[in-house]
């Protein structure tokens, strides 16, 4: 049996975590490479989330002073479709769309996949685990104090669905 194949996936929302990101329903094969950052894009949080509240969005604006950064992880191509699905990237009506972008590092720029958000909206807020999640994973890959810091300011509303924040919040137990 030959090399399984792998990509590489830019992480730059809760999937940055590599506890939420390794879960059997999204890619449990991922490996974390190291830190990456795209150019030309903004951190929003305006994807209209399948629950209702704000998800995180890597907004194209073109401006080079505007740089989102992340997590690399090499993943098993096996596990793309679950990813795809558990980004919304299968569905009739997608929330996200997997596109490949040039990610820079501290070794050079490389071709990563990535998913950008289809349904915003300004208005909502995400919910405060889904945030944690995203810090989690900023922290886990050492993003500069000053992205952490402004990911930190990022207003947040309680779920109304206790027991999916008790979920959320248990896979770090």
């Given at each position: ?22 879960a ?50 090499r ?12 980004e ?57 104090a ?28």
């Amino acid at each position: 049996m030959g090399p399984s194949l792998t990509f590489l996936y830019f992480a730059y929302g809760s999937n940055m975590s590599s506890r939420r990101l390794c879960a059997d329903n999204r890619a449990p094969s991922a490996l974390a490479v190291g830190p990456g950052c795209l150019v030309g894009h903004r951190l929003v949080f305006d994807k209209i989330g399948m629950d209702g509240s704000a998800k995180a969005d890597c907004h194209y604006t073109g401006d080079t002073a505007d740089i989102v950064e992340g997590g690399l992880f090499r993943i098993a191509e096996d596990d793309a479709h679950a990813l795809d699905k558990a980004e919304g990237a299968t569905d009739a009506k997608p929330g996200y769309r997997r596109i490949e972008v040039a990610v820079s590092t501290g070794s050079g720029v490389v071709t990563a996949r990535t998913y950008l958000a289809i349904e915003k909206s300004a208005v909502l807020l995400p919910y405060t685990w889904y945030l944690n999640h995203v810090l989690v994973g900023a922290r886990e890959f050492a993003l500069s104090a000053a992205y952490i810091a402004r990911i930190e300011q990022q207003k947040t509303i309680a779920d109304p669905d206790s027991t999916r924040t008790v979920r959320e919040i248990g896979i770090y137990a």
